[in-house]
């Protein structure tokens, strides 16, 4: 019996492995959205995020320790209180109902700096320098002064996984400013799509699309980019969009962590009548 | 002995970093040149099939811990494409790879085997257009692979034939 499996081992140790090892990589795949093995990841990126951001200021090649970083967060704050008056513009009737919205924008943001971008197939993630201690919570909008860069995956207490809009897992809806049309923004590996758009929109090249506010991600109006080119415009059922992202992930240095989860917020309000007993 | 199969994992360390830090200043279009797998090749093409799925586990693992990506997921890709690669390893020419033209196409084959399972894997979705995303997103990738592959390969090459003669 030894001889036999001995023999086997000698000639097909090679599959043996390479069984046991896809078995194991299978397994843990599996295991991904396990609380235990999340807590590992947690823990191990923002180990080794904490000692390697050591190296991270040797390879920063742009300028940007002298930026300002107080006029950068008023310029993400600025953004979105400009996107929320734009859509209040276009459903109000007076300039009243502006007024109060502006004087009701309480958001708040959470500066950070990208420590490394974590480019895998044709996903790109990004890994923040702020996380649990700075209030940071996964579902979190990430954003720039343009628009939206992702949403917060995954935190650690210091650090935090961005999962940016070029990551086919992040889907969004999304509205045409203009006609306020609705579709489901996605990465599609190659280029930023809008699909499941009605045949009865009306989409021109050039408007601006922003998420919407049924989105249980973001629901604040954050722009995400511009129509480059309807794909299908006479066939199939929907529109499909090529869009220009606002944002060119690859090349940011900064972003800013919006400090709202929507999911949160709208599950609170849908549940209320539960709270009336 | 030991140091001997020290050297990949004292390699990886940096590999790892240019690979997280310095490979997406070059980065077109979105795709980068997999640094980690050029090394993987090498090992498996110095070493053979065994040693390589054994390395390819480590890389994957250590890679996916420290980017925050999918557990298991490069493991996969990576032990696969070692297994896969292995079948290259000639005892006899295991030196003589580096410096060859057939070390960049190695990595080429290797780079798209690995960037196609891995986007299959963590992309898969049936809406996609699956031949598309893996003929784009692995071919490009694993092109620019090839490429740094084989200036790597001839700078490692002339540095060594400068070492013999001096």
């Given at each position: ?20 090892f896809v078995?194991l990589s299978v397994?843990l795949l599996?295991l991904n959205?396990?609380?235990?093995v999340?807590?590992f990841r947690s823990f191990s990126f923002g180990l080794f995020s904490a000692t390697t951001s050591?190296f ?59 420590i490394f971008r974590a480019y895998s197939g044709n996903q790109l993630n990004l890994n ?25 995956y995954e935190?650690s207490?210091?650090y935090?996984i961005?999962r940016?809009?070029?990551n ?110 | ?7 990949p994992i004292l390699i990886f360390i940096p590999i790892l970093l240019l690979q997280i830090y310095v490979v997406p200043?070059?980065e077109?279009?979105?795709a980068v040149p997999d640094l980690i797998l050029i090394v993987l090749i090498y090992f498996t ?7 390589a799925m054994i390395l390819a586990m480590a890389y994957g693992f250590i890679y996916d811990i420290s980017t925050g990506n999918l557990i298991g997921a490069s493991m996969l890709s990576r032990v696969i494409t070692a297994?896969?690669v ?21 990595v080429?084959?290797g780079g798209?085997l690995n960037s196609a399972m891995y986007n299959?894997i963590v992309n ?13 997103s692995a071919?490009?990738p694993a092109?620019y692979s090839?490429?740094v ?18």
């Open positions: 019996m030894f001889n036999i499996l001995r023999y086997f081992w000698y000639n097909y140790k090679n599959y043996l492995i390479l069984i046991l078995t397994s599996t959205d396990n609380p235990r999340k807590n050591f991270q200021p040797f390879f920063t090649f742009n300028n940007i320790q002298s930026e300002n970083e107080e006029l950068r967060d008023k310029n993400a704050l600025l953004m979105l209180e400009l996107n929320r008056l734009r859509e209040y513009r276009r459903i109000a009737d007076d300039i009243d109902s502006m007024k109060m919205q502006a004087d009701t924008f309480s958001t708040q943001t959470v500066f950070s700096k990208i923040i320098d702020a996380g649990r201690n700075e209030g940071i919570e996964a579902g979190m909008p990430v954003i720039t002064p343009d628009g939206l860069a992702g949403i917060v935190s207490n210091e935090s961005v940016t809009i070029k086919s897992n992040l889907r969004l809806v999304v509205r045409n400013s203009g006609d306020g049309s609705q579709g489901i923004l996605r990465w599609n590996g190659r280029d930023l799509l809008i699909t499941n758009l009605p045949k009865t929109a009306v989409v021109n090249v050039g408007d601006v699309f922003v998420t919407s506010d049924v989105s249980s991600l973001v629901n604040l109006p954050v722009n995400i980019g511009k129509v480059k080119r309807v794909l299908n415009p006479e066939e199939g059922i929907f529109n499909d969009i090529l869009l220009q992202a606002a944002v060119d992930v690859d090349q940011i240095d900064y972003v800013f962590v919006v400090k709202e989860i929507p999911s949160k917020i709208k599950r609170n309000v849908e549940l209320n009548f539960y709270r009336y007993k | 002995m030991i140091v001997r199969s020290l050297i200043v070059i077109i279009s979105g093409l110095r070493e053979g099939q065994l040693y297994f896969i292995g079948y290259f390893y000639n005892e006899n020419k295991s030196e003589t790879y580096l410096g060859n033209p057939i070390f960049p196409l190695i080429l084959l798209f299959l898969f979705d049936i809406n996609l257009n699956i031949a598309g995303i893996i003929l784009f071919l490009f092109l090839a490429f592959g084989a200036v790597g390969s001839m700078l490692f090459d002339t540095f060594g034939m400068r070492k013999s003669n001096g």
